[in-house]
């Protein structure tokens, strides 16, 4: 296992300042968020712009690229044919896990079979694959639903955030089940009804997410996530996590 950090902890910083500001803060690995922002590694424009989105993709300099956490707006079949540019940018990088957000609740379920397994298939077919993220709100909320669709879903992982576990309604269901699924980790301090606190506040056990995950044989990345908060020093926060992470593993 080793320790990645999220684009999304910076929000507003362009991919060039961001690579000096993780570099500045001794990280080897980064995890680039895919979003709507008018970049050419906004989903909608990726096809458009694909030698620059990887141009921007590689631009990384001394940090490796471990997953790519994919927002995409469009529905239908536009969003598939969104998806397949993240996954044909996956090949050209050599980005092996793709995060995706499972249906909300409410949606059927196999609908949402169907539609993951739309996602593996195209994945699979540019030699990634997909990861759906545990959250609350969607049926990845429920550590049983997360089996059951991982089940049903050949090829399909999971991108594991612990915090949405604890905050949720199953906080006393055994993740143990699932661990066998994860293909990536989302991380950050949380208490039972506060998903996002100050690192060393909040009540996450990394040491036993760790030891899970160890027992699964699991060798990928921790990716910190931490949004920013007001009045708190950011790059103190990523530090102090990373360090932590370190020292656990």
Do not use: W
């Amino acid at each position: 296992m080793f320790v990645a950090v999220s684009t999304d902890c910076f929000p507003e910083i362009t991919m060039p300042e961001l690579v000096d500001v993780f570099t500045d803060l001794e990280f080897t690995t980064l995890e680039i968020s895919l979003r709507e922002n008018g970049t050419p590694l906004s989903p909608s424009r990726i096809e458009d712009d694909f030698e620059k989105a990887i141009f921007l993709s590689r631009d990384c300099h001394r940090l490796n690229i471990c997953s790519y956490d994919v927002h995409i707006d469009a529905v239908g079949q536009e969003y598939l044919d969104q998806f397949e540019s993240v996954c044909k940018l996956g090949k050209a990088t050599k980005v092996v896990t793709l995060t995706v957000p499972s249906a909300e609740l409410g949606t059927p379920f196999n609908e949402e079979v169907e539609r993951l397994q739309k996602l593996v298939e195209i994945a699979e077919g540019e030699g990634v694959r997909v990861a759906m993220k545990s959250q609350i709100g969607r049926l990845s909320e429920d550590p049983d639903t997360v089996k059951v669709l991982c089940d049903n879903v050949r090829g399909l992982g999971l991108t594991l955030d612990p915090s949405h576990y604890y905050c949720g309604h199953y906080r006393n269901k055994n993740l143990d089940k699932i661990m066998q699924y994860v293909f990536h980790v989302h991380l950050r301090d949380s208490k039972k009804d506060q998903l996002q606190v100050r690192v060393g506040q909040g009540e996450i056990e990394y040491g036993k997410v760790i030891s899970q995950l160890a027992r699964v044989k699991y060798d990928h990345a921790l990716s910190i996530q931490i949004a920013p908060m007001s009045d708190v020093d950011q790059r103190q926060e990523l530090r102090k996590l990373r360090l932590l992470l370190e020292s656990l593993l």
